[in-house]
T-cell receptor
Framework: DTGVSQNPRHKITKRGQNVTFRCDPI?????LYWYRQTLGQGPEFLTY????????KSRLLSDRFSAERPKGSFSTLEIQRTEQGDSAMYLC???????????FGPGTRLTVL | AQSVAQPEDQVNVAEGNPLTVKCTYS??????LFWYVQYPNRGLQFLLK??????LVKGSYGFEAEFNKSQTSFHLKKPSALVSDSALYFC???????????FGSGTKLNVKP
């Protein structure tokens, strides 16, 4: 257990539905990252927060994806109008400084039917 | 463009033999380099990192990695493999001044008794 928690651990939804995932980082970590990982691939960067500011977003993050970190603590990732191609493991990670190692949560596995 | 390549999908070694998992990278500027390990049904765990200084870095569980700037490589090594080292290994890179981390596609390490 790295100290980063993610909820839910699994989510099954129908195409077209909205889903929201939550990440609780290690409390003193001010950097927070979201990644997507599909089978046989490494984590793919989605977005990055420093405190409550979203400083970078991947071009992979379409208009259907939005992330927030309202008080610089927990973060949420929302996917609107889910598509089957959104099925993946969504990973959250946090770090104390941007050059430091990231601590990963267990991930939320999304299945879109 | 920044990228990471792990040329081997799978590495097989016998217990007690040395192991090497290869990683090459492409970044603009000085790289921050990381190795992570992923066990089945568990999140990614940090093994070691290179930021600056000695080209040989030592990490968790007896692993080490050598940074080679001329070959743009950061290969993971261990002198004597254990069956319990069997897992999925990911190399990651971040360039100084950038927030995004790039992960390789992973190498599955199989250590046989």
């Amino acid at each position: 257990d790295t100290g980063v928690s993610q909820n839910p651990r699994h989510k099954i939804t129908k195409r077209g539905q909205n889903v929201t995932f939550r990440c609780d980082p290690i409390s003193e970590h001010n950097r927070l990252y979201w990644y997507r990982q599909t089978l046989g691939q490494g984590p793919e960067f989605l977005t990055y927060f420093q405190n409550e500011a979203q400083l970078e977003k991947s071009r992979l993050l379409s208009d259907r994806f939005s992330a927030e970190r309202p008080k610089g603590s927990f973060s949420t990732l929302e996917i609107q109008r889910t598509e089957q191609g959104d099925s993946a493991m969504y990973l959250c990670a946090s770090s104390l400084e941007v050059g430091n190692e990231q601590f990963f949560g267990p991930g939320t596995r999304l299945t879109v039917l | 463009a920044q990228s990471v390549a792990q040329p081997e999908d799978q590495v097989n070694v016998a217990e007690g033999n040395p192991l090497t998992v290869k990683c090459t990278y492409s970044v603009s500027g000085n790289p921050y380099l990381f190795w992570y390990v992923q066990y089945p049904n568990r999140g990614l765990q940090f093994l070691l990192k290179y930021i600056t200084g000695d080209n040989l870095v030592k990490g968790s569980y007896g692993f080490e990695a050598e940074f080679n700037k001329s070959q743009t490589s950061f290969h993971l090594k261990k002198p004597s493999a254990l069956v319990s080292d069997s897992a999925l290994y990911f190399c990651a890179v971040r360039a100084l001044g950038f927030n995004k981390f790039y992960f390789g596609s992973g190498t599955k390490l199989n250590v046989k008794p």
